[in-house]
């Protein structure tokens, strides 16, 4: 299937840490990294989303938040936000 | 227990206005459903009932409503001939209520008491009649005694209190505006869900965040998915939510997205340079140990090279020769890659894919093709048509726009198609533009079987007309008894006037032709002894042309000087694919099966600029400049498309080296 062999790609490319898919609750559905980290994550940024969303919207409510990257020291986190769920995929370029 | 509270017999209603106490009259009973929300009943009695023997009858009203909201209503409905109606009015007597009841025993006059109950009657009456002014009888008032009190408890049913918090936000508003024609599709299954919490409807339209089990946090307009979700049950587990999710198509999209993010990373230097903008080093990566810092050196001018920045490749085409690239016309960074074996042992189906630098891992489009690809070439008007010629001779268009793409029109139908691969395939728009603004273009393609073909699209097909047949000039001496054609290899349009194209031939004669005449050549140009792989006008300078054939070398031509003005050759290898710059007007590259070789008149014409082999082992095929950097793309037999990036290329020797960072 088209979509399970771009997420084989995605987790090959160079520097890829790991992928999770969480629903609109907030709950992991889909993970490659371990269970804490997933956990910690799919939290921590569920409220990041709806804070930028809600920021987003609140400025213009006909606009969406479409994609958001989280750039830091050591990788990054892009974040790519739907109604129902959001993907999260964390890369550490200089890998 | 029992309810033991007493009935009242009638509700006296002391906030009655008084003044309607005199009138009475007679409400329909039956009028209205209005008796049902009236509390207040207000009595009018026309006498107050005695306390004592005398019970008259009475007449008990009760208007079941408001006076004064009757009143009103009727305001309306009054009109002059009804005021002067006769109205009768009916009065009726209600039953006699008896209060006490102690009915006298009878007793006989001959019985024996009967004396004694004769006198006691007789002493009554007397009292009777004495009782007023007696003595004996004085008036005395009694208090009645106050009944027993009873206590009774009764319990309601408790007051749940819930504290209910919302946050109301612009977009909220929004949503809750827009959603009424949203749910209109919703609305249906969740009547029959009304068994669920409404915590879910309610949290659903942004209000403050529950972390409550069941609360959903989804803010914006109202999910139906979400719901179904919900209303499927707790029984949906996470297995089926992903399932969901990874069929839907705006997941592909987000991955799709997410990829060329993550890939912008991994390359972001190389499409920096690409691009010519200025690399920045990541401050937040770690230098690693042993790279020496490069800086530049602006005092003495560095040689000119090629730096590699990437190269398309991917599992698909690995193995497969690159045959031929096309740039999109109207987005210069989409390119079209062909890919099919050259030689007829290795008869692979072909395969057409489309690149974009946002991914250099994956092609956008893959199209595969029922034989080797010769040659493609991107429409100007439909820039999303793509006519592709193949090794079988079958010419196809195919459209890149949609992902599930469909073949536009095959040439497998049409009866004077090319039975020969398809060397050459352009597209050329013409001058003459007497409508209008868009140029009428045309598709024109050169075959080994000698024919050069002209086609257009008619009744869901290809047709075509002959152009020109390559007739072999041959000497008088020698009668060809085979064909009397020659294969075409390659052509060209002049950039200015596209009546004239130049053909090259596997002969290793290039013939100049005329769209208007197809019986004769306009001139031949002798050189070559060898199948003439490439012929390219150049752009910039006017009627300028090179060639390059398999007998190794590269000729430069001037249109009407039949002999060439200028010979290059380097290496004793076939040159396979030869392009002008399209900004320097002294620049060419050419790709040998060994190396790539970038000249520059300017500087010299006996040797290359610069010179890149081939990796070990592989060859390489075709060659293409970038049209808006300075970078050049070599295809090989592998299938990769190496980009290159021309450095230190000086332009012309008076003006200024452009030196580049690093």
């Given amino acids: 299937m088209l979509i399970e062999e771009t997420l084989k790609r995605i987790q090959s490319q160079k520097g890829v840490q790991g992928i999770i898919i969480v629903n609109s609750e907030g709950i992991p559905i889909k993970t490659t990294l371990d269970n804490s980290s997933t956990v910690q994550y799919a939290g921590l940024i569920h409220q990041l989303v709806m804070k930028a969303r809600s920021t987003v919207r609140d400025i213009d409510p006909q606009n969406d938040l479409t994609f958001l990257r989280v750039r830091s020291k050591k990788n990054e986190i892009m974040i790519a936000p739907d109604k129902d769920y959001f993907l999260i995929v964390i890369q550490n370029p200089s890998d | 227990g029992n309810d033991v509270t007493p009935q009242v017999l009638y509700q006296a209603d002391p906030a009655a206005v008084q003044a309607k106490a005199s009138r009475f009259f007679m409400d329909e009973i039956s009028a209205g459903g209005s008796a049902s929300d009236q509390t207040t009943t207000t009595g009018s009695f026309t006498m107050p009932f005695s306390r004592y023997h005398s019970i008259t009858p009475f007449l008990f009203f009760c208007s079941l409503s408001d006076v004064q909201g009757k009143r009103d209503a009727m305001k309306e409905l009054v009109t002059e001939d009804m005021l002067k109606e006769v109205i009768e009015v009916y009065i009726s007597e209600t039953d006699s209520i008896s209060l006490l009841d102690i009915p006298s025993t009878f007793v006989s006059v001959d019985a024996h008491d009967a004396e004694a ?27 009645t005694l106050n009944g027993e009190a009873k206590n009774k408890q009764v319990q309601s049913d408790s007051i749940v209190m819930v504290d209910t918090a919302a946050t109301v936000t612009a977009w909220d508003m929004y949503d809750t505006y827009i959603s009424p024609e949203q749910d209109e599709t919703v609305c249906v299954p969740q009547a029959e869900r009304a068994d669920y919490p409404e915590v879910a409807v309610d949290t659903s339209r942004g209000a403050e965040k529950n972390m409550s089990v069941g609360s959903s946090t989804s803010t914006g307009s109202v999910a139906s998915s979400l719901k179904e979700q919900e209303a499927l049950g707790n029984g949906l587990n996470a297995e089926s939510e992903l399932q969901l999710i990874m069929l839907s198509e705006k997941f592909q999209h987000l991955l799709l997205v997410t990829e060329r993010s993550i890939l912008g990373n991994v390359f972001q230097p190389k499409l920096a340079a690409y691009r010519e903008l200025p690399i920045l080093e990541d401050s937040d990566i770690p230098m690693k140990p042993g790279t020496v810092e490069q800086r530049e050196d602006t005092e003495s001018p560095r040689p000119p090279a090629v730096e590699c920045l990437w190269a398309f490749s991917c599992e698909l085409s690995r193995g497969r020769s690159v045959s031929s690239m096309a740039w999109n016309k109207k987005y210069p960074d989409l390119l079209a890659v062909g890919y099919g074996e050259l030689d007829s042992s290795n008869q692979k189906p072909g ?41 079988d001779g079958s010419l196809v268009i195919y459209n890149v726009q949609s992902r599930n793409q469909l073949c536009v029109v095959s040439s497998s139908e049409c009866t004077n198609k090319h039975l020969a691969p398809v060397w050459q395939i352009r597209w050329t728009q013409q001058d003459l533009s007497l409508t209008g603004e868009e140029k009428l273009e045309a598709l024109y393609t050169v075959a080994a079987d000698g024919k050069i073909c002209k086609w257009f699209i008619c009744n869901n097909g290809l047709d075509c007309i002959e152009l020109m047949k390559l007739k072999k000039i041959h000497n008088t001496k020698k009668k060809s008894v085979l064909s009397a054609l020659s294969p075409g290899l390659c052509f060209d349009f002049h950039p200015r006037d596209s009546s004239i194209y130049l053909v090259g031939t596997w002969e290793g004669l290039i013939h100049k032709c005329s769209s208007s005449n197809s019986q004769q050549f306009l001139e031949t140009y002798r050189k070559h002894f060898c199948p003439v792989n490439c012929i390219i006008w150049c752009p910039l300078i006017p009627d300028v042309f090179l060639s390059c ?98 450095k230190n290329l000086s332009v012309g020797k008076n003006s200024q080296v452009k030196l580049r960072n690093r």
């Fill in chain 2, 549 to 646: 054939s398999s007998d190794w070398t590269i000729q430069l031509w001037k249109q009407d000087h039949l002999n060439p003005v200028l010979g290059f050759s380097s290496t004793q290898k076939a040159v396979c694919d030869i392009k002008w710059s399209p900004k320097c007007a002294t620049v060419f590259g050419a790709v040998n099966e060994g190396q790539l070789e970038i000249w520059d008149l300017n500087s010299s014409i006996l040797d290359p600029v610069i010179v890149q082999p081939a990796a070990p082992g592989v060859k390489m095929t075709s060659l293409l400049f970038a049209t808006q950097t300075d970078c050049v793309l070599v295809g090989d037999s592998d299938g990769q498309v190496t980009v290159y990036q021309l």
């Fill in chain 2, 117 to 143: 109950i004769i006198e006691r009657n007789n002493q009554y009456a007397e009292v009777c009649r004495n009782r007023m002014g007696n003595d004996k009888y004085v008036d005395r008032s009694m208090q």
């Fill in chain 2, 351 to 391: 395969l057409v894919c489309c690149w974009s630098h946002k991914n250099p891992t994956w092609p956008e489009r893959v199209i595969y093709c029922d034989s080797a690809v010769t040659s493609l070439d991107f429409s100007f008007n439909n820039p999303s048509q793509l006519a592709v010629g193949m090794q």
